[in-house]
């Protein structure tokens, strides 16, 4: 992967305008289409399979007079007078009656009279007027709600002085919620850090105007899609959110990378490229497993929630998308101005190391006594998520709102001269077909549902006009996101059989305060899976990149830590009040109900962000020989700045959208900002350095069965590094089939050998099918390197792959076809073993199969115990001379065996072993100034088997090339010449 993000990189740089107005364009054409197509977002909530909403679809059919939104218009009397005097109940009825010809409504009932009469307060102070409308909430014509609320406006006129009149309910429960000059403060905070860290505004700049870019194409995509899909408002608000931070971080990543490189002296275009190729490897890394965990939000079967999770993943797409392409483009147009002035005039190819003297005295002083460091933060951050234990989710309601609203202010009068539960009645419904008498089995249901326990009242009892359905209206004594409804839901539903038996109803509770509670109960359950999806996702994922156990373990704990902290402090504020009026909450009590899944899965992939960013480090620290406590201190040091900068500023731009926010995105803020805050200053930079020392040199331990199991995950560009400290070798011009340097595999010996297309190689001894498959990349190196057609192994291992066949003539049928099979196609190198019991004439068939293969360019490689298993099947290779440091061989002591002979012994050496760093050789080569040719022989000159050499470390073709330094390919050495697609 580093290496395509490299070239990805460098495309980006060079043709720089042509992808910035690629993306202009793009920005351009999104907008035009949201405009044209938006359809506003929509927060109607639903669960299939629930009993509520099957419950709710079943009225829509049977009753639809009730299946559409509702509304309520309290009305208080003056103090010291009574609802029942004549003027008063007069303007009321007058209201009532002046609603219920508001188009879309279906009725407004009185409280004065029919079944409504329970909606008159005990204490005489006040009336509700019940409104129904026949459309759902989202179908609400905006002059419908305005023709309400000015029905409201005229009641309290016409009152007497001092009556109090608000309009609330359902229809007016939710705001759209907006962006404000809050958020943006985010921004500019952002943008502080930003200078900061880079000492220069361009540089600065350059992230906000990706990460910004990015927000207004995911919106145009979120808005442009409610076209045709039902989202939510809190849906493009998470998208902007998290596009935001992430486009931030990500491009800070790359630029921080670059700034490093070009202070040493490396030009812009190859540093970009190179950054791309590096810190954008960890940054791609990063962004799947935010968009793993936020797709894998589907695991609750909810739809709103897994259209949110889909857009906040599209989000984080584009983020990384253009992080990949514009950031490099963007740095392009900078060029060197990313950088302070004196490094522009002087750039220094041995600059000071930048030491960081708060970073190193921070993890000295944490690891000085690791075991106290691990019990003082494991205690403290298992203190602070105790409160985690009280959290209580809810959908949002008029509650939420802003003490201002009038739909909160109706929210707020009903519960003072009712009791809370008439601001979320629930409904019991079903059907009554069967009845001789359904008002009276309405009537009798109704009067038995008064004596439930957490019932109020029961204001509504009634069949439909057709006699087939009833519904019950129930009020509860608690609040509608109290533990008492919830409670008495269950109740309820606990009683189906009974009221089956008594009433022959087949009894139902549904309505919105019901639809909450079944959607909180799915979430609460599906909290549980997805956890575990998330953290077996980090233990895997971070185990196939750092090849160690103790770091993904540590790391999965350490994210388990955070989320319960993030829980616990947005407990303390939504449940217990803390805070709650600096922060501008306008409702304690719950949290909406998926707050606490989004959370686990933004913060799950922010986490490995930061645990890949500091762990690489200090591996890289640890691979070059620094012990474990040496490792950690100096990766902890290269990687603090730009973590902490990274951690700050996603802070910031979560806690952006907590003062005076929407309520539903409220919590989710919160929960982010702290959760980010303790996984990055507490977790990552003190708890897990701490961990690491206690481990000591089990920290980078792995079974070998693990490690060979396990792919391989380059996230740090050490890929892409590998080839470039290789661009030179074997040497410039040079076309190699197959070149190696002390490559081994398995228990084989080191192979030093080079050779042409179209030549060939024995490899016997120990180990030789293990480095015979290596060659073809199926296998993996154990040490030295290789390249098979210019791709370098292991790093292109599975590039090789398709490029080299392989045939295993001892499980072959026919021997002779899958020779050739496995050198046909594009193939540059066949391996062939097993031929040892391949005789008589099949032998040389295949032998005149593999000479066809070789004459085609393909360079064929011979695996055997020994060289005998091979002889007679060596190709002839025209054009093919000995050197006098290579003892040719007599071609006759190399024909086949009859199919009864045993094999003649040889005297071609054995292959290497692991005490003996010497392999049999390539057959042929040119020179290394030139490319190798393959000339045909005079007519008249005899045509000889190509001499099979030792490979001799003194042997000019067989010494060990040493790779290319900087200094020797120039300032401007790069992948172009030396990546093939």
């Known amino acids: 992967m580093s290496s395509l993000l490299y070239l990805l990189g460098r495309a980006a740089f060079r043709a720089r305008r042509r992808v910035l107005v690629s993306w202009l364009a793009a920005l351009v054409l999104l907008l035009g289409g949201a405009a044209l197509l938006s359809n506003g977002t929509d927060n109607t ?52 009656a002046a609603i219920a010809k508001i188009p879309q409504v279906t009725s407004a009932s009185s409280p004065y ?69 809050t958020e943006l403060l985010g921004i500019v905070v952002a943008f502080a850090v930003l200078i900061a860290t880079f000492a220069s505004v361009i540089a600065a700049s350059l992230p906000l105007i990706t990460a910004l870019l990015g927000a207004g194409l995911s919106l145009s995509l979120i808005f442009a899609a409610t076209h045709w899909l039902t989202i939510a408002s809190t849906t493009p608000l998470l998208a902007l959110m998290l596009g935001l931070a992430v486009g931030i971080d990500y491009a800070l990543f790359i630029i921080s990378r670059h700034q490093e490189q070009l202070k040493h002296g490396m030009t812009p275009e190859e540093s970009a490229a190179r950054a791309v190729a590096t810190a954008g490897s960890a940054v791609v890394f990063a962004a799947v497993t935010v968009i793993i965990a936020l797709v894998g939000l589907s695991v609750a079967g909810i739809p709103f929630l897994t259209t949110m999770g889909v857009a906040a993943a599209l989000a984080v797409t584009i983020a990384v998308l253009i992080s ?20 522009r005039i002087t750039a220094a190819k041995t600059a000071p190391p930048v030491t960081h003297p708060i970073a190193g005295f921070w993890v000295r002083l944490v690891t000085r006594v690791p075991f106290l460091t691990v019990i003082l933060v494991v205690a403290l951050l298992g203190l602070v998520a105790l409160p985690a234990a009280t959290l209580r989710l809810a959908l949002p309601d008029a509650g939420s709102l802003d003490e201002h609203e009038p739909a909160r202010i109706a929210y707020d009068l009903i519960a003072e001269h009712f009791g809370p539960g008439y601001n979320g009645p629930l409904i019991a419904t079903g059907s009554v077909i069967g009845s001789t ?8 249901l109704g009067a038995e549902l008064k004596t439930v326990p957490g019932v109020a009242a029961v204001p509504l009892s009634t069949p439909n006009e057709s006699g087939d359905t009833g519904i019950a209206q129930v009020v509860p004594t608690g609040a509608p996101d109290s533990a008492a409804t919830q409670e008495l839901v269950a109740k309820l539903r606990s009683m189906h059989d009974h009221f089956q038996r008594e009433y022959g109803i087949d009894l139902s509770i549904t309505g919105y305060t019901a639809a909450g509670i079944d959607i909180s109960a799915r979430l609460g359950r599906a909290l549980l899976p997805f956890a575990l999806l998330v953290v077996g996702l980090s233990l895997v994922l971070l185990a196939i990149v750092f090849r160690s156990i103790v770091v993904p373990v540590t790391a999965a704990l350490g994210y388990l830590l955070s989320i319960g902290a993030a829980f616990g402090v947005t407990s303390l504020v939504f449940m217990n009040g803390w805070l709650a009026g600096p922060l501008g909450v306008a409702h304690v009590g719950s949290v909406i109900s998926f707050m606490p899944i989004i959370v686990m899965g933004v913060l799950f992939g922010l986490a490995m962000d930061y645990e890949v960013f500091l762990a690489s480090r200090m591996r890289e620290e640890h691979i070059l020989g620094a012990d474990t406590k040496d490792s950690v201190h100096r990766g902890f040091q290269g990687s603090a700045k730009v973590v902490t900068a990274a951690a700050v500023i996603m802070f910031a731009v979560f806690a952006a959208f907590i003062p005076g926010g929407d309520a539903q995105i409220q919590p989710i803020a919160l929960g982010l900002a702290v959760g980010v805050a303790v996984d990055a200053f507490v977790v990552r930079m003190t708890l897990i350095p701490a961990v690491l020392v206690l481990f000591g040199r089990a920290t980078w331990w792995m079974p070998r069965s693990w490690d060979r199991a396990l792919p391989v995950l380059d996230i740090e560009g050490e890929g892409v590094q590998a080839e470039l400290d290789a661009a030179g070798w074997p040497g410039p011009g040079t076309v190699y ?50 390249k098979v057609d210019g791709l370098l192994l292991p790093v292109r291992r599975s590039s090789v792959r398709a490029r080299a066949g392989v045939a295993r003539l001892d499980r072959a049928t026919d021997p002779v076809a899958a020779g050739g099979e496995a050198g046909g196609g594009r193939r540059a190198v066949v391996v062939v ?38 002889a007679g099947l060596l190709p002839v290779v025209v054009g093919a001379r000995a050197t006098a440091e290579a003892p040719a061989l007599d071609a006759a002591s190399l024909e086949a065996p009859a199919a009864d002979a045993p094999i003649p012994e040889t005297p071609i050496a054995d292959a290497a072993t692991p005490d003996s760093p010497t392999a049999e050789g390539a057959a042929t080569e040119a020179p290394a100034t030139e490319a190798p040719t393959r000339e045909a022989p005079a007519t008249d000159a005899p045509t000889a088997e190509a001499p099979i050499p030792h490979a001799d470390p003194a042997h000019p073709r067989h010494a060990q090339p040493q790779p290319s330094t900087p200094d020797e390919r120039g300032d401007d050495a790069s992948l172009d010449s030396h990546l093939p697609s």
């Open 324 to 343: 990949m392409t514009l950031t490099p483009a963007l740095l392009g147009f900078a060029g060197m101005r990313v950088v302070a002035k004196r490094f």
């Open 45 to 96: 909530f639903s669960i299939p399979g629930t009993e509520s909403q099957e419950a709710q679809d079943a009225l829509a059919r049977t009753f639809p007079q009730v299946s559409g939104t509702s509304a309520q218009l309290v009305a208080v009397a003056p103090k010291g007078t009574d609802v029942h005097d004549p003027a008063f109940q007069s303007a009321v009825e007058s209201a009532a």
């Open 737 to 786: 089939a197959l070149a190696a340097d002390g490559a081994r595999a398995g228990g084989s010996g080191a192979l030093d050998a080079l050779v042409p297309p179209g030549g060939a190689i024995v490899v016997t001894g120990p180990g030789h099918t293990a480095l015979a498959l290596a060659i073809a990349g199926r296998a993996p190196l154990t040490a030295g390197r290789m």
């Open 113 to 181: 009279s029919g079944p409504s009469t329970g909606n008159i307060a005990a204490d005489g102070s006040a009336v509700i007027v019940p409104i129904q409308l026949s459309v759902a909430q989202t179908a609400v014509l905006p002059s419908t709600s305005d023709a309400i609320q000015k029905a409201g406006s005229d009641l309290e006129a016409a009152l007497p002085k001092g009556s109090q009149v608000a309009v609330g309910g359902q229809l007016f429960s939710q705001t759209v919620a907006g962006i404000s000059v």
């Open 437 to 444: 008498d359904p008002v009276g089995l309405m009537n009798d």
């Open 833 to 870: 073993s097993g031929g040892v019991g391949v005789v008589g004439e099949e032998r040389q068939r295949l032998a005149e199969e593999l000479q066809r293969v070789a004459d085609t360019g393909v360079a064929v490689v011979l695996a055997a115990t020994v060289p005998e298993g091979v």
